[in-house]
């Protein structure tokens, strides 16, 4: 399983990346909607990890571009960002998110999510 | 910490509880009960171990009890369990039930009610499958502290990320600043009211399935032998037993035994229950609401 790890906070990525790669998932890494746009067009992922707030593109604007984008299949989408209240999660689950995690996170929630939408 | 001491604790937990506490755990007894001998004006547990000798106050025995219980749990734990309840248990007890149309639901160490608040979400997500059913679902716990904050169903960010799938999230909660609360008609489907494992059932009435997961493990094989026993008669004669995945009554008890090829689930001895299993029902990962 490929996991694109969408951030422009590199911690941030290398968390995320250190607890899917203990979790037996390979990992590959954009610093913001545009980049993870062209990555997507190389190898498409199973599941992207998507921050919000990101210079260039932001993860709403890549995902609704993904979202229309013809391919055979759709990778999963879990946001992961600060926006922590009901608007925005009602957004993003609107505009085709499959699960929502609200920062600070830990391992648990990660796989909890994974679980959640069927990728363990 | 003197042996003698560490005795008076693990007599105490033993008798209050059912709690076994053994030597090798006697770290957890610093950590959780040092708190509570301040709290007291005691210097440390030796001090604090002076004072429970003849008769304690009640209360600090309570303290200590409550201190000493594990809390952890989770909304949906182990997802299986739930997904067996929504996909086989729910649907055969309804049927099982189509006079009466009432559903007895016991939750016998609830914790935080993450637990009992799993059931009454897929009890409202089912209620239209099944028709007007009345359920009652009990909670029940020997932590005080820890009941409260069931009845409150005020949950931090991190506890409604484990397990609870986020369109049941925005379904069934409020955020309030940080947190996040059960609504009303989700919280007022559970009844919460402090019960001691070890006291007599016969109050409570009969159920139609018990939920007593996760907390056995605590317990020395003698006393979840009794507490089984007396639970055989709280369950009704068609009722199902959820243990947790650790926990088993093969060797421990007669009164119940595994419900054929659904493990985690007990039935009476004498019971000629037969469940069906979805695949669906049998998902060993996410929840589905
Ligand atoms: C680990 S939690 C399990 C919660 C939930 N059933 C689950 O599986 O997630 C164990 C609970 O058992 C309670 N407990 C411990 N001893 C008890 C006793 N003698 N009577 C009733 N509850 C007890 C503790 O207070 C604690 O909340």
């Given at each position: 399983?490929?996991?694109?790890?969408?951030?422009?906070?590199?911690?941030?990525?290398?968390?995320?990346?250190?607890?899917?790669?203990?979790?037996?998932?390979?990992?590959?890494?954009?610093?913001?909607?545009?980049?993870?746009?062209?990555?997507?067009?190389?190898?498409?992922?199973?599941?992207?990890?998507?921050?919000?707030?990101?210079?260039?593109?932001?993860?709403?604007?890549?995902?609704?571009?993904?979202?229309?984008?013809?391919?055979?299949?759709?990778?999963?989408?879990?946001?992961?960002?600060?926006?922590?209240?009901?608007?925005?999660?009602?957004?993003?689950?609107?505009?085709?998110?499959?699960?929502?995690?609200?920062?600070?996170?830990?391992?648990?929630?990660?796989?909890?999510?994974?679980?959640?939408?069927?990728?363990? | 910490?003197?042996?003698?001491?560490?005795?008076?604790?693990?007599?105490?937990?033993?008798?209050?509880?059912?709690?076994?506490?053994?030597?090798?755990?006697?770290?957890?007894?610093?950590?959780?009960?040092?708190?509570?001998?301040?709290?007291?004006?005691?210097?440390?547990?030796?001090?604090?171990?002076?004072?429970?000798?003849?008769?304690?106050?009640?209360?600090?025995?309570?303290?200590?009890?409550?201190?000493?219980?594990?809390?952890?749990?989770?909304?949906?734990?182990?997802?299986?369990?739930?997904?067996?309840?929504?996909?086989?248990?729910?649907?055969?007890?309804?049927?099982?039930?189509?006079?009466?149309?009432?559903?007895?639901?016991?939750c016998?160490?609830c914790?935080?009610g993450?637990?009992p608040y799993?059931?009454s979400?897929?009890?409202?997500?089912?209620?239209?499958?099944?028709?007007?059913?009345?359920?009652?679902i009990l909670g029940?716990?020997?932590?005080?502290?820890?009941?409260?904050?069931a009845?409150?169903?005020?949950?931090?960010?991190?506890?409604?990320?484990?397990?609870?799938?986020?369109?049941?999230?925005?379904?069934?909660?409020?955020?309030?600043?940080?947190?996040?609360?059960?609504?009303?008609?989700i919280r007022k489907m559970v009844r919460y009211?402090?019960?001691?494992?070890?006291?007599?059932?016969?109050?409570?009435?009969?159920?139609?399935?018990?939920?007593?997961?996760?907390?056995?493990?605590?317990?020395?094989?003698?006393?979840?032998?009794?507490?089984?026993?007396?639970?055989?008669?709280?369950?009704?004669?068609?009722?199902?037993?959820?243990?947790?995945?650790?926990?088993?009554?093969?060797?421990?008890?007669?009164?119940?035994?595994?419900?054929?090829?659904?493990?985690?689930?007990?039935?009476?001895?004498?019971?000629?229950?037969?469940?069906?299993?979805?695949?669906?029902?049998?998902?060993?990962?996410?929840?589905?609401?």
């Amino acid at each position: 399983m490929l996991c694109l790890i969408v951030d422009d906070s590199s911690v941030v990525r290398k968390v995320v990346r250190r607890i899917l790669e203990e979790m037996d998932i390979d990992c590959a890494e954009a610093a913001d909607g545009q980049q993870a746009f062209e990555s997507c067009q190389n190898t498409m992922p199973d599941v992207i990890m998507l921050d919000w707030n990101m210079p260039v593109m932001n993860g709403m604007e890549f995902m609704c571009k993904l979202r229309a984008h013809p391919t055979p299949t759709q990778p999963k989408v879990i946001f992961c960002t600060t926006e922590n209240d009901t608007d925005h999660i009602q957004a993003a689950l609107a505009a085709g998110a499959d699960e929502y995690i609200m920062k600070p996170f830990d391992s648990d929630i990660i796989r909890s999510k994974f679980e959640q939408i069927g990728l363990l | 910490m003197l042996t003698a001491d560490f005795d008076i604790y693990k007599d105490l937990l033993k008798t209050e509880s059912g709690i076994i506490i053994t030597p090798d755990k006697a770290y957890l007894l610093d950590s959780r009960l040092t708190p509570v001998a301040r709290r007291w004006g005691h210097e440390d547990l030796d001090a604090m171990a002076a004072a429970l000798r003849g008769a304690p106050d009640k209360r600090l025995v309570k303290e200590i009890v409550e201190a000493m219980t594990t809390n952890e749990t989770s909304f949906f734990r182990d997802t299986r369990p739930f997904n067996l309840f929504k996909h086989a248990v729910l649907p055969y007890i309804t049927q099982q039930r189509q006079n009466t149309r009432r559903l007895k639901i016991w939750c016998a160490a609830c914790s935080s009610g993450q637990e009992p608040y799993s059931l009454s979400m897929i009890l409202k997500e089912e209620a239209e499958k099944h028709g007007v059913f009345q359920t009652d679902i009990l909670g029940t716990d020997i932590s005080e502290d820890i009941l409260e904050q069931a009845r409150t169903a005020i949950y931090s960010q991190f506890e409604v990320q484990r397990g609870l799938p986020i369109q049941l999230l925005m379904k069934y909660f409020e955020q309030t600043d940080k947190k996040w609360q059960l609504k009303n008609d989700i919280r007022k489907m559970v009844r919460y009211r402090y019960f001691n494992l070890l006291d007599s059932m016969t109050m409570l009435g009969t159920f139609d399935i018990i939920f007593c997961r996760n907390v056995l493990i605590y317990f020395d094989e003698a006393t979840k032998r009794d507490i089984l026993g007396r639970m055989s008669k709280c369950l009704a004669p068609d009722g199902v037993l959820y243990l947790g995945g650790a926990e088993t009554v093969l060797g421990v008890t007669d009164a119940f035994k595994p419900i054929t090829g659904v493990r985690g689930l007990y039935a009476h001895a004498d019971s000629e229950i037969a469940l069906t299993v979805s695949e669906q029902a049998d998902a060993k990962s996410a929840f589905m609401p």
